[in-house]
Each structure stands twice: as structure tokens, then as C-alpha cells.
């Protein structure tokens, strides 16, 4: 049974920093491209990263690019998000996501390519 499960979802304040794990299991993690996806209620759940199997390149969404950083230990199955100088617009539930194949490919935005999903971690950012 594959399984994906994030953690390390928390409250802060604007300006603290978090970070996310995600770990997996049932599945041969160095052949999946990983990604994070966020949602507010409301909107569209949308993309933040992903990250080859090499651990590089990695794709970050414009908002995020310079605070947000990715990376994977293939030998641990595991996934994190380190998130820095976090803003109010950063609040949602944080999804792990994976996708068949080494790369994450020129569609890594579009949810529909992701094979496995986790349940997500909530992250609330006051100001």
C-alpha cells in the first residue's frame, strides 16, 4: 500500500519559519519527481515546488522563489519544504505530491500529473 504522509505543519508569525517533511511508502521514491501543492478554502489547491529525483532542478511557483527551499533523501523516502520569512498569503493546507518518472517535467503546475497524494499539513501564518 503506497503511503504519503506530510508533518510539520504549525501556527507562526509573519517573518518565522517552518518546515515541512514528507515521508513515503510502498513506492520506489528515487523514481518519483516530488512536488508541494497548497490550498486555501476557497481556491484552487496550486502548486509551490517540485523536485527532481536528483534532488535537482527544482521548480519553485514566483511567490515562493528565494524563501521557500526543496530537497529529498532518497535514502530516507523523504521530502522537505524549508519555508522562510513566512507571509499571511503563505497560509494553507500543504500538500506532497508524486509523480511517476525522474523529472518534473514543464507541467509539474498542473495537479492532474501527480500519482499519490498525501492527506497535507496545515500551516496558518498570522501578522
Known amino acids: 500500500q503506497i503511503q504519503v504522509v506530510e508533518s510539520g505543519g504549525g501556527s507562526v508569525q509573519a517573518g518565522e519559519s517552518l518546515t515541512l517533511s514528507c515521508t513515503t511508502s510502498g513506492l520506489a521514491f528515487e523514481n518519483y519527481a516530488m512536488a508541494w501543492f497548497r490550498q486555501t478554502p476557497g481556491k484552487q489547491r496550486e502548486p509551490v515546488s517540485c523536485?527532481?529525483?536528483?534532488?535537482?532542478?527544482?521548480y519553485y511557483t514566483d511567490v515562493v522563489k528565494g524563501r521557500f527551499t526543496t530537497s529529498r533523501d532518497n535514502r530516507k523516502n523523504s521530502l522537505s519544504l524549508q519555508m522562510i520569512g513566512l507571509k499571511p498569503e503563505d497560509t494553507g493546507r500543504y500538500y506532497c505530491a508524486a509523480r511517476g518518472g525522474d523529472y518534473c517535467g514543464g507541467d509539474w503546475r498542473s495537479q492532474q500529473v501527480y500519482d499519490h497524494w498525501g492527506q497535507g499539513t496545515q500551516v496558518t501564518v498570522s501578522s
Open positions: 523536485v527532481s529525483w536528483r534532488g535537482r532542478p527544482a
